[in-house]
């Protein structure tokens, strides 16, 4: 198997990522979200959105590609902790908004891989710990980031997706 490489985004990685992020929701939140929100997901649509994310995010948002084969394969992207309550991001902590890869991919160590990559990039930049939600349904997910060291940590939430509440848990570890 071709080596694994993790780097950083670059723009031209966006519709790769948006390829990514999209299968990933189709395959990952089948039977937790609404169906029809899910094959409604349109990468390029997806691409218009992320490269003005991309272009305006703050220098201490990080995105990372996993590649194999020169092809992307994977994504995660870290930063502060962003308060859901105040709405305001919270420096002192670090939050892994995002871990995708590709369905045929998972299972081969891209995750593990992106999750060590994000990790360590958090540790260097002097953050304690790092928070992530996850869908309360997503067994498969939680498993792997139990695996990773994070602990379920009390809070809750939902958002409406397609008229539907959505569950999530926080969970939390420190570094």
Same mark, same amino acid.
């Given at each position: 198997?071709?080596?694994?490489?993790?780097?950083?985004?670059?723009?031209?990685?966006?519709?790769?990522?948006?390829?990514?992020?999209?299968?990933?929701?189709?395959?990952?939140?089948?039977?937790?979200?609404?169906?029809?929100?899910?094959?409604?997901?349109?990468?390029?649509?997806?691409?218009?959105?992320?490269?003005?994310?991309?272009?305006?995010?703050?220098?201490?948002?990080?995105?990372?590609?996993?590649?194999?084969?020169?092809?992307? $394969?994977?994504?995660?992207?870290?930063?502060?902790?962003?308060? %859901? $309550?105040?709405?305001?991001?919270?420096?002192?902590?670090?939050?892994?908004?995002?871990?995708?890869?590709?369905?045929?991919?998972?299972?081969?160590?891209?995750?593990?891989?992106?999750?060590?990559?994000?990790?360590?990039?958090?540790? %260097?930049?002097?953050?304690?710990?790092?928070?992530?939600?996850?869908?309360?349904?997503?067994?498969?997910?939680?498993?792997?980031?139990?695996?990773?060291?994070?602990?379920?940590?009390?809070? *809750? %939430?939902?958002?409406?997706?397609?008229?539907?509440?959505?569950? *999530?848990?926080?969970?939390?570890?420190?570094?």
């Amino acid at each position: 198997m071709d080596e694994l490489r993790i780097r950083r985004m670059t723009e031209d990685d966006i519709e790769a990522v948006c390829a990514v992020r999209v299968r990933g929701w189709q395959w990952a939140y089948a039977g937790l979200v609404p169906q029809h929100f899910l094959d409604g997901l349109d990468v390029e649509e997806e691409a218009q959105r992320r490269r003005e994310l991309f272009t305006k995010a703050p220098a201490e948002v990080v995105n990372l590609v996993a590649e194999r084969a020169g092809s992307v $394969t994977g994504w995660a992207a870290v930063g502060p902790y962003r308060d %859901e $309550t105040t709405g305001r991001r919270d420096d002192a902590l670090a939050e892994l908004y995002a871990l995708y890869v590709m369905p045929e991919q998972v299972g081969t160590g891209i995750g593990r891989a992106l999750m060590t990559a994000s990790l360590d990039l958090t540790r %260097e930049r002097g953050y304690p710990g790092m928070r992530l939600w996850v869908l309360e349904h997503n067994v498969r997910a939680r498993r792997f980031y139990e695996r990773a060291g994070f602990a379920p940590d009390g809070a *809750e %939430e939902a958002f409406e997706l397609a008229g539907v509440l959505v569950p *999530e848990v926080r969970y939390a570890r420190s570094l």
